[in-house]
Nanobody
């Protein structure tokens, strides 16, 4: 199983980034997918998730700013992040849950400057 996250970078506050996570080795369309993040010196936290039926959930602090989506044909999950804030700075990780197992990607760094 491999989850390849990409799309991170440096952006000014108020800007946008789009993260992608490409999965292989799992039946993507049957997988529960999620984004987590870990800021420096803090614990990893859940950001958003999307069910196999494309039902999304978001943590309160990103509601209205972030949009999670999936493209089953491309085995890809995305996170569109708008109106970014300095507190969104973190390494973002994608996670897949399939057949009772969880798998993590390597993370992509998002830095939001004030």
């Amino acid at each position: 199983v491999q989850l390849q996250a990409s799309g991170g970078g440096l952006v000014q506050a108020g800007g946008s980034l789009r993260l992608s996570c490409v999965a292989s080795g799992i039946v993507f369309e049957s997988s529960f997918m999620a984004w987590y993040r870990q800021a420096p010196g803090k614990q990893r936290e859940w950001v958003a998730d999307i069910t196999s039926g494309s039902i999304p959930e978001y943590r309160d602090s990103v509601k209205g700013r972030f949009t999670i989506s999936r493209d089953n044909a491309k085995s890809t999950m995305s996170l569109q992040m708008n109106s970014l804030k300095p507190e969104d700075t973190a390494v973002y990780y994608c996670k897949a849950r399939y057949s009772g197992f969880e798998h993590w990607g390597q993370g992509t760094l998002v830095t939001v400057s004030s």
